[in-house]
């Protein structure tokens, strides 16, 4: 690790030569460089490059791992700073232990195929953590089909049905219309003319928005994403591992 250290000080060294820009010290503070020192310096990574190859590629992948963590963190202080409102949320959203002693967030978008692929997988977890509440938060990032099944379902929690149709839109392979929401609504005891009213209500389009604001404060760049407690943000279709593993952490603070 320490070889990799100095290499993408090299690296440092190598990008700011030709500005003679201020660059890190042996002692971790800085330098000057005269004409003559940065072309030995670069000679020397040159070099160093063409006898071992490898060392290019580990420094990348390291300042790669140091990009993701710092972007990590980043996140995490955003959920930090937002947590009352992410996980404050109407009881129709909220699935699992409604009283449970931590709290994930899932963020989905109904015509999301990975968000529908983890339908199983969330039964699954809260199946063995009887401790978890799930808030489930919809963003229709994925375009007007997206913003059509949203709509529509957080319309029908005005009718007590948000789960319901949720379930039934998330289960439907056919293409996303306003017909098609008709009749899916009717087959599952919805009022499809109070359902389509509904979906352009200042209650739904003001949730839609908040949770949509939520997402942007987070960082969020895809669906679905995971938030365990103010621990973990996890994007991505999870298998049952990472999510125990990332819960264990959540319940660890």
């Given amino acids: 690790m320490k070889r990799f250290s100095k290499f993408l000080c090299g690296l440092a060294v190598f990008s700011a030569l030709s500005v003679g820009a201020s660059v890190c010290a042996e002692d971790g503070g800085s330098a000057h460089f005269t004409t003559e020192q940065r072309a030995e310096i670069v000679s020397i990574l040159r070099q160093a490059l063409k006898d071992d190859p490898t060392i290019l590629t580990e420094a990348l992948r390291s300042l790669r791992e140091q990009m993701a963590q710092q972007q990590q963190n980043t996140v995490r202080d955003a959920v930090r700073q937002h947590w009352a409102s992410l996980k404050d949320a109407p009881d129709y959203t909220v699935r699992g232990n409604s009283q449970g002693s931590v709290t994930v967030v899932e963020f989905l978008d109904p015509r999301c195929s990975y968000c529908r692929a983890m339908i199983p997988g969330v039964e699954r977890f809260l199946a063995r953590h009887k401790d978890v509440r799930l808030v489930e938060r919809l963003v229709p990032v994925l375009g007007k089909g997206s913003v059509l099944d949203t709509q529509a379902i957080q319309a029908a929690s005005l009718q007590g049905k948000y789960a319901v149709l949720r ?60 938030v365990f407690g103010t621990a973990v943000i996890a994007p991505g279709a999870l298998n049952d591992m990472q999510m125990d593993t990332d819960l264990e952490q959540a319940r660890r603070g």
Avoid: H
């Fill in 167 to 226: 379930q039934a839109l998330m289960n439907d392979t056919a293409a996303p219309s306003v017909e098609r929401v008709r009749q899916i609504a009717q087959a599952n005891g919805i009022d499809a003319d109070r359902l389509v009213k509904d979906m352009n209500s200042p209650a739904v389009i003001t949730t839609i928005r908040s949770n949509l604001d939520l997402a942007q404060a987070i960082g969020l760049d895809g669906t679905p994403t995971f």
